[in-house]
């Protein structure tokens, strides 16, 4: 059995009923097969897939907290620091009923890559609780985050652990977060990222991940022959990287008619108006129905289907595996050429394969959503520097990383032979600045 084979086995066999996880790091392994039989030997002997595919540390801890009637309730936390080979474990915490150790897991593997292709110095991390903020009181969600805190604190710090926001978690949420680390540690340091612009956030942080993914969209287009102004996009999602996705392709001169929640998704032929997306979705915390409840040009649709309106390019900015193989065949026929993954592991496995057998030009996640987490070292470096840049010296900084980053995934791809395959290409550009390093290091 090959190398690669030996150890994707080895983790299904050591982390039972962990599909995700198993999910991300097979498709990574998939990958760097071409990578590892050119120097089977060198990476055998340092155990560097084992060590790659094991997190460093997993936190996992109780976090009581009273709900407004009074009422003890029990969540479940954690951080996987997954691996600090080029920096401080750094990734994005993440509220929802659905969390559990694969998807932080899954989550934290793949942060690993993506903080590697932004070229700043970030190990992989990531956390979040099975909380729900969805529904809760200002004062419940603070109470949760209190506690959650309370916890973490002594896990974290600006020189060992940066945690984020992700879904259910933005500058609310960060606030408080920030506010009990402080209390707790004496310490004012840039420990956490996507703070709030008074007390040491950075500007653009917000747009970063939405515009990124089309900063790199527009590479993609480029390197097609093509542009952004007159393509019709369907956005998934309706949360942070959704909107700003939305914003930045409208002032690029696209046209996007579509976005979603987990309860549906609204179709607006004449392009959606975000002014009104925000108020719900922003001020009012509601639902992405409500859209259409206000625009007489859109209509609402519960359930799945956002995948069979017509289009010429997808961004699926939800969450995982929310795109499949039926729905990349729809997409395919209704003539989108091209998908960047705003959401991180949005289409399954199949959709994936499917989408590259078919000459749909495709950017994976750990590329295409990366000028997030790439926006949050830049946060750091001004903490560190306590000082603070200007929006447009961010978003300077910021379209030249996705820039860079979609050069390294290209240039990867050439050197292996599979060009165009930037499935690829971003798992061997990742993965050979981690591997370097982590050779360097010897064995830890
Ligand atoms: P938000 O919480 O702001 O928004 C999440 C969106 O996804 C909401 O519209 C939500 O709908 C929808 N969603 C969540 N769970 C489901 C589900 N099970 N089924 C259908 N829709 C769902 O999160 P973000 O916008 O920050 O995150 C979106 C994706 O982008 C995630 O995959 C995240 O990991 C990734 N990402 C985020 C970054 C960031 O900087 N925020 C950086 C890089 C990647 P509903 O309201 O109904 O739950
Ligand atoms: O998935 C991600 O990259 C994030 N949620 C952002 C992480 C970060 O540290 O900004």
Same mark, same amino acid.
């Given at each position: 059995m090959s190398y690669v084979d030996e150890v994707y086995q080895r983790v299904v066999d050591r982390n039972p009923g962990e599909p995700e996880f198993h999910q991300a790091v097979k498709e990574v392994l998939d990958s760097l097969k071409i990578v590892i039989d050119k120097n089977e030997d060198k990476y055998r002997k340092a155990g560097l897939l084992e060590r790659l595919t094991e997190p460093e540390r997993i936190i996992s801890f109780r976090v009581p907290w009273v709900d407004d009637e009074g009422k003890v309730q029990i969540n479940k936390g954690y951080r996987v620091q997954f691996n600090s080979a080029i920096g401080p474990y750094k990734g994005g915490l993440r509220f929802h009923p659905s969390v559990n150790q694969s998807i932080l897991k899954f989550l934290g593997f793949e942060q690993i890559l993506k903080n590697s292709l932004t070229g700043l110095p970030m190990g992989g991390g990531k956390g979040g609780s099975d909380f729900d903020p969805k529904g809760k009181s200002d004062r419940e969600v603070m109470a949760f985050c209190q506690s959650f805190m309370t916890e973490l604190c002594k896990h974290i710090g600006a020189n060992t652990d940066v945690p984020a926001g992700d879904i259910g978690v933005g500058g609310r949420e960060i606030g408080f977060l920030f506010g009990q680390y402080k209390r707790i540690t004496k310490l004012y340091e840039?420990?956490? =990222?996507?703070?709030?612009l008074s007390f040491g956030g950075s500007l653009v942080r917000t747009q970063a991940t939405g515009y990124g993914l089309i900063y790199i969209l527009v590479e993609m287009l480029k390197a097609a022959g093509?542009? /952004?102004?007159g393509q019709t996009v369907v956005i998934s999602g309706s949360g942070n990287v959704a909107i700003y996705a939305a914003e930045k392709a409208q002032q690029l001169g696209a046209k996007v008619v579509a976005l979603s929640d987990s309860n549906g998704y609204v179709y607006d032929p004449e392009g959606i108006q975000l002014d009104i997306v925000k108020d719900i979705k922003e001020v009012k915390r509601g639902r992405i129905k409500e859209y259409a409840d206000a625009v007489a040009s859109a209509q609402y649709t519960a359930g799945k289907g956002i995948w069979t309106i017509p289009c010429d390019i997808t961004l699926p900015c939800a =969450?995982?595996?929310? /795109?499949?193989l039926e729905d990349a065949k729809a997409l395919k026929a209704n003539g989108c050429f091209m998908v960047a993954e705003g959401a991180n592991m949005p289409s399954t496995r199949e959709a994936t394969d499917f989408f590259q057998e078919n000459g749909i030009v495709f950017m994976p996640g750990k590329a295409a959503n990366a000028g997030g987490v790439a926006t949050s070292g830049l946060e750091q470096s001004q903490n560190s520097l306590r000082l603070s840049w200007t929006f447009e010296e961010v978003d300077e900084r910021l379209k030249g990383i996705m820039k860079d980053i979609f050069a390294k995934v290209n240039d990867a791809a050439n050197r292996y032979d599979v060009p165009g395959n930037y499935v690829a290409g971003a798992n061997i550009a990742g993965f050979e600045k981690v591997a370097d390093a982590m050779l360097a290091q010897g064995i830890c």
């Open positions: 840039g420990v956490l =990222t996507g703070k709030g093509k542009e /952004l102004a =969450t995982q595996n929310k /795109l499949d």
